[in-house]
């Protein structure tokens, strides 16, 4: 599949869980909520983990999407965690791109 598929795959799962959300109760201001975007997309990415890590494609595409929406908290506390594991220049790296989007230099593609 070519990486726009796989987008339209992920955009699928999420409608679905979207909608199984709606019918046990969840209300359009609950969709407006972030915490719910979160909850959405942490759900479908357990649920079709298998389906997304035995494709190296779609792998790319989620790894890709979930890096450019991290936060400069988010990149800080995944620095932290390499650095913990003794993977220096990988934490550095994150380090860097978290100044350089706290500043507005850095900014992931659409």
């Not at 046990?24 to 649920?47: H, I, Q, S």
């Not at 978290?98 to 850095?106: F, S």
Request: some cysteine.
């Amino acid at each position: 599949m070519k990486p726009e598929e796989f987008r339209r795959q992920l955009d699928v799962w999420c409608s679905e869980e979207v909608e199984a959300l709606k019918a046990k109760g969840a209300t359009d201001e609950d969709l407006k909520e972030p915490a719910f975007a979160r909850l959405v997309v942490r759900t479908v990415l357990e649920k079709h983990a298998g389906e997304i890590r035995s494709d190296p494609g779609f792998r790319k595409v989620v790894l890709r999407l979930v890096f450019e929406k991290a936060t400069p908290a988010l990149l800080r506390a995944w620095a932290k965690r390499e650095r913990a594991e003794g993977n220096l220049e990988i934490a550095y790296r994150f380090e860097q791109i978290a100044d350089h989007r706290e500043r507005g230099e850095w900014m992931p593609s659409e």
